[in-house]
C-alpha cells in the first residue's frame, strides 16, 4: 500500500513538472528581494 | 545615461500592436471595427503555416507582423536530444500573409527537459516586443535578441541559463521603458533586467530569490504620487521598482503565495492608481494595490483582496470591471473597485474536467466585444458589461492549439495557433 502511494506521488511529481532544480546559486544563497532605493 | 519617461498609456502608434496586450498593455484594441463571426470560408484573409509551435503572441508594426516559434525538440517527430531545439523569430506581411524574413537561433544551454507544465506551452513563449527601429525577442537561456524591421540581428544580450525549481520554462515578454528593453528573466537568473534598446548593454540587474516561479511581464506604472515605478509580480509579494536603477522602492505581500503567470495590470480605479495581481496554484488570490509613495499610501497598500484567481490567462481591466476567462474556461466579472464578484459562468465548452486546461489566452477588448480565444474550440465572442452573454463561437478546423493572445490588425485580429498564423476579418 505504501508503495502505491510513493508511485502516486512520484507521478503527481512528475506531472508537475519534475524534480528539476535550479542550475545556479542556491535560492538560500541570493538576497530574497533586490536592494532598496534609498 | 538618458532615461526618458514614458506617459502610460500613451497614445496608439498608428494602431500598431507592439507587444503582448497591445500599447498599453491593457489588452484593449484602438480597432473598433472587427468582424464577430467567421470560418474557413467567410473572412479567413489568409494562413501563414509556421516552422514550429509557440505560445507567444502575434504583434505588429508599420505592416509586418512578428511572431516566434520553436523547433528540434519538444515537437512531434523530433528526437529527444535538446541540444537541437531552435528557436525562430518571423515577419510576416501584414496585408498578403507572405513570410518577409526568418531568423534561427540554437539554444546555448542545457534546456528545461519536455515534460511536465513546459509540454502545454513549450520553448517560445514570449511575446515579442517592437517599436519603429528594432524588434525585441526573448528567448530564455538563448538571451535576449534584438533585429532590425528587415532581419538584420542587431544584438543579443545572456539573460541567464539557470532553470526555475520546477522546469517550467519562461514566458515573460519583453517591456519597453523609454531607451531601454526590461525582461523578467525569472527563470534564467532570479532577475529582472534591464537593456539599452540601441545597444543591448545590460544597465541594470535588479536580483532576489523571492522571483522565483513568477512568469509573468512586469508593467510600469504611475503612482498617485505622479512617480513611475515598474512593477513586479512574484509569488507572495509585489515589487515596485524604481525603472532607472532596478532598486527597490517598496514591496508589499499579495494573497497568492503560489506561482504567478498572469501578467501584472495597471490602471485607475475610483480615482486611485491601481495595480491587480492574480494567479497562484495552490495558494491563489487576487489582489489590488496602490501605486505610489515609498511609504505605505492613505488605506493601506492593499485595497481589497479575495480568493478567486485565474491561474494562466492576464485579467483585463475597463470601465472599473475585471474580467477574466480562467484556464478552465470559467468567467468572472469583478467590481475593480471592491473585488466582489458581479457574475460569473462557464464557458460553453465540450472540453471539461481532468487535467484539461482549456484557456491559456487573455481576454481582448475591441469595441464593445470581449474576445476569448480557447486553446481548441476556437474564439468566444462575448458581449461587454455586468452579465458578458455569448455571441459568437468561430473555430478554425484543424488549426492546433491557440494558446497565444489575439492581436487585433485593421478590420480584424492575428490569430496564432501551435501550426499556423491567420488574419481573420476584412481584407485589407
Known amino acids: 500500500m505504501k508503495l502505491i502511494g510513493l508511485i502516486f506521488l512520484m507521478a503527481l511529481a512528475a506531472g508537475c513538472g519534475g524534480p528539476a532544480g535550479p542550475k545556479g546559486k542556491a535560492e538560500k544563497d541570493r538576497p530574497p528581494r533586490p536592494a532598496m532605493d534609498n | ?428
Not at chain 2, 501605486?291 to 488605506?299: D, H, Q, S, V
Request: hydrophobic share 40%; aromatic share 10%; with cysteine.
Open chain 2, 1 to 428: 545615461m538618458p532615461y526618458v519617461a514614458i506617459v502610460l498609456f500613451s497614445v496608439w502608434a498608428d494602431g500598431n500592436w507592439p507587444g503582448f496586450r497591445g500599447a498599453g498593455r491593457s489588452g484593449i484594441a484602438p480597432e473598433t471595427k472587427v468582424p464577430e463571426t467567421w470560418s474557413e470560408n467567410s473572412h479567413l484573409v489568409w494562413r501563414l503555416d509556421l516552422p514550429g509551435p509557440g505560445s507567444s503572441s502575434p504583434v505588429h508594426w508599420g505592416g509586418k507582423a512578428f511572431v516566434t516559434c520553436y523547433s528540434g525538440y519538444g515537437v512531434e517527430g523530433t528526437t529527444g536530444n535538446a541540444t537541437e531545439l531552435k528557436r525562430h523569430l518571423l515577419a510576416v506581411d501584414l496585408k498578403t500573409g507572405k513570410k518577409l524574413w526568418q531568423e534561427d537561433v540554437s539554444t546555448k544551454a542545457e534546456e528545461d527537459p519536455y515534460r511536465g507544465y513546459i509540454t502545454e506551452h513549450g520553448y517560445a513563449s514570449s511575446t515579442p516586443a517592437v517599436d519603429a527601429d528594432r524588434v525585441y525577442a526573448y528567448l530564455g537561456k538563448a538571451g535576449l535578441f534584438a533585429y532590425d524591421h528587415e532581419g538584420k540581428r542587431l544584438w543579443q544580450s545572456d539573460c541567464g541559463v539557470e532553470s526555475d525549481p520546477r522546469g517550467w520554462g519562461s514566458a515573460a515578454s519583453p517591456l519597453l521603458v523609454g531607451d531601454w528593453v526590461v525582461v523578467n528573466a525569472s527563470s534564467e537568473s532570479r532577475a529582472i533586467l534591464a537593456f539599452e534598446k540601441s545597444t543591448g548593454k545590460q544597465v541594470w540587474k535588479a536580483e532576489g530569490g523571492n522571483l522565483a516561479l513568477a512568469f509573468g511581464t512586469p508593467a510600469l506604472a504611475k503612482g498617485t504620487d505622479g512617480v513611475e515605478n515598474l512593477v513586479v509580480a512574484a509569488p507572495g509579494e509585489i515589487w515596485a521598482l524604481n525603472p532607472k536603477n532596478g532598486k527597490l522602492v517598496w514591496f508589499a505581500p499579495l494573497r497568492a503565495r503560489g506561482n504567478i503567470s498572469p501578467s501584472v495590470i495597471t490602471g485607475t480605479v475610483a480615482g486611485e492608481s491601481i495595480a491587480l495581481v492574480t494567479g497562484g496554484f495552490e495558494s491563489k488570490g487576487t489582489s489590488a494595490l496602490r501605486l505610489g509613495a515609498k511609504t505605505e499610501p492613505k488605506g493601506g497598500r492593499v485595497a481589497w483582496e479575495v480568493g478567486a484567481s485565474c491561474y494562466v490567462p492576464t485579467p483585463l481591466l475597463h470601465a472599473e470591471k475585471l474580467y477574466w476567462v480562467d484556464e478552465m474556461g470559467a468567467m468572472k466579472v469583478l467590481d475593480a473597485t471592491n473585488g466582489k464578484t458581479i457574475h460569473e459562468f462557464k464557458l460553453p465548452l465540450a472540453e471539461r474536467g481532468g487535467r484539461s486546461r482549456p484557456v491559456y489566452a487573455s481576454l481582448v477588448l475591441v469595441g464593445d466585444k470581449l474576445y476569448c480565444q480557447t486553446r481548441r474550440e476556437g474564439v468566444f465572442v462575448l458581449s461587454l458589461g455586468d452579465k458578458p452573454e455569448v455571441l459568437h463561437q468561430n473555430k478554425l478546423a484543424n488549426g492546433g492549439d491557440f494558446s497565444a493572445t489575439p492581436a487585433p490588425v485593421e478590420g480584424g485580429l492575428l490569430l496564432r495557433s501551435s501550426k499556423s498564423l491567420y488574419r481573420v476579418g476584412m481584407a485589407p
